[in-house]
């Protein structure tokens, strides 16, 4: 167990804030951290007949562009399920008529409070993309056996895709 014993927030940023300080460990000793406070995300996983919608962008982060599912930040007072049906309208211009809840979890828990909520979306519908001002995004089509073997050829980088795809064919392995 670790108790704040001192800390400052020292950033707020758009997106972020970053607090330091000074914790006492459960054997009375002090150690220094540095906690990243984020409002939560969404992931979505959108199944359109036989493929899978992922969206390519660049990302500054890690200086290119990379593969990854529609996704972004929850809105304050936004549940998941809401932030999921906005984010995958504004990305991918489709809602779903089904929207399934796969997984919730921390992103990484050793610096950051960030939570990640993982849904699959089913029987969708085409409408109109929303982009951000700020969004450059190509929406990319992947057939299933494609999925298949670019995870198995661990071609996915992003840890949320990796995850949601693969929550993605255990589910139609239990449908089947």
Request: charged share 30%.
């Amino acid at each position: 167990m670790e108790t704040w014993l001192q800390r400052e927030e020292i950033y707020r940023g758009r997106m972020v804030s970053l607090s330091t300080g000074y914790v006492e460990l459960d054997d009375g000793t002090t150690a220094w951290r540095e906690v990243v406070h984020h409002p939560g995300g969404v992931a979505v996983v959108p199944m359109l007949e036989d493929s899978v919608l992922l969206v390519r962008q660049y990302r500054v982060a890690i200086g290119r562009e990379i593969l990854e599912l529609p996704a972004g930040l929850l809105e304050a007072g936004e549940s998941p399920e809401a932030g999921a049906r906005r984010e995958l309208e504004e990305e991918v211009g489709v809602v779903a008529g089904r929207l399934i809840p796969v997984m919730s979890c921390f992103v990484s828990p050793g610096f950051t409070d960030e939570r990640l909520d993982i849904f699959l979306a089913f029987d969708l519908t085409h409408t109109a993309t929303r982009y951000d001002p700020d969004e450059r995004i190509e929406i990319v089509r992947i057939p299933l056996p494609e999925v298949r073997a670019r995870l198995k050829a661990r071609d996915f980088e992003d840890a949320k895709t990796v995850i949601g795809l693969r929550e993605l064919l255990a589910a139609l392995e239990e449908q089947a």
